[in-house]
């Protein structure tokens, strides 16, 4: 079976309003024949006249009369469906977002973010889950609708990725450890005991391959796969935590901290996405108001 020619809705649309074929074809911009042609083509489809000669006007069939609300109706929908998405009514907006990150993300950048969405869009909830890995798959899926972190070669290539800020690598010890007096040199830090961050439990980073030109090596006892643990052990025992200092920053109060002895690149934090969300007007506000809390958060 043929399908119809949905384009003729608009013009049957706009000839039911206007009531004259000459008036819907200056309306639409044609001729007046192409418009009469057009209109052949809608009795022949609708098999009905529509629009009937009346002395020196046109008037509506029954069927046409029946169908004006009706076809307005459709062509206002279908306009508004074809339409950019507005702005939303942030006052009124209910939806929960789901951002993966890490702990110290939300530590350190959850309370600016939470405070400017509370002001704007207090319908508006966050849910945060834990970092596990650098898989995209929950982005592409929908379980995830925003991700922080360092980008690496596993992240999917379709995945969008705007830079939030810039972090350094600095060490946390207890106070009273002994990194806490003297001179820390790269000798004295890679004796002491570490405590690993690895989600894969791998033992070795940048840390270890700053220290190797050196003829240094960390001796570790523990890896974990978070900040706050890191930090908890460095806190309770003589272990070494290094950690990204942003991201930490509330994380070791009470903590000694110092420069690392070595030096060890910088890394970028980014904010990912994936495109399919790109033009959801609320999820673009909410990617807007996490860039903002990166930077109050300097």
């Known amino acids: 079976m043929t399908r119809p020619d949905l384009n003729l809705l608009v013009v049957l649309d706009v000839l039911l309003a206007q009531g004259s074929v000459a008036g819907a074809a200056r309306q639409l911009h044609l001729s007046p024949s192409a418009m009469s042609r057009t209109l052949a083509r809608l009795r022949e489809a609708t098999g009905d006249p529509l629009l009937v000669r009346a002395g020196r006007g046109l008037v509506p069939s029954p069927r046409a009369l029946a169908l004006r609300e009706q076809v307005r109706r459709i062509v206002q929908d279908a306009e508004a469906a074809l339409r950019p998405a507005a702005a939303p009514d942030l006052a009124r907006l209910v939806r929960t977002f789901t951002l993966r990150s890490s702990d110290g993300f939300v530590e350190t950048f959850g309370p600016p973010l939470l405070a400017r969405l509370g ?29 922080t972190g360092v980008v690496n070669r596993a992240m999917g290539p379709e995945v969008r990725v705007q830079a939030l800020l810039r972090d350094r690598f600095v060490g946390a ?17 890679a004796a002491s005991r570490h405590v690993l961050l690895s989600r894969r439990g791998q033992a070795r980073g940048p840390v270890d391959e700053a220290l190797e030109p050196l003829g240094l090596r960390r001796d570790w006892s523990a890896t974990v796969g978070g900040f706050s643990a890191a930090l908890g052990l460095a806190r309770h025992t003589d272990l070494v935590a290094t950690v990204p200092a942003r991201h930490t920053a509330a994380l070791r109060v009470g903590l000694f901290t110092f420069e690392l002895p070595v030096q060890v690149p910088e890394i970028t934090v980014s904010l990912l996405w994936h495109p399919r969300m790109d033009g959801d007007a609320a999820h673009r506000w909410l990617r807007e108001r996490v860039r903002e809390a990166c930077a109050e958060a300097a």
Do not use: M
């Open 173 to 189: 010890v207890r106070e009273g450890h002994p990194l806490a007096q003297g001179e820390i040199t790269p000798a004295r830090y």
């Open 119 to 147: 002001a704007e869009a207090p319908g508006v909830r966050l849910r945060f889950v834990p970092k596990l890995d650098k898989d995209s798959a929950p982005l592409r899926e929908g379980a995830v609708d925003l991700e």
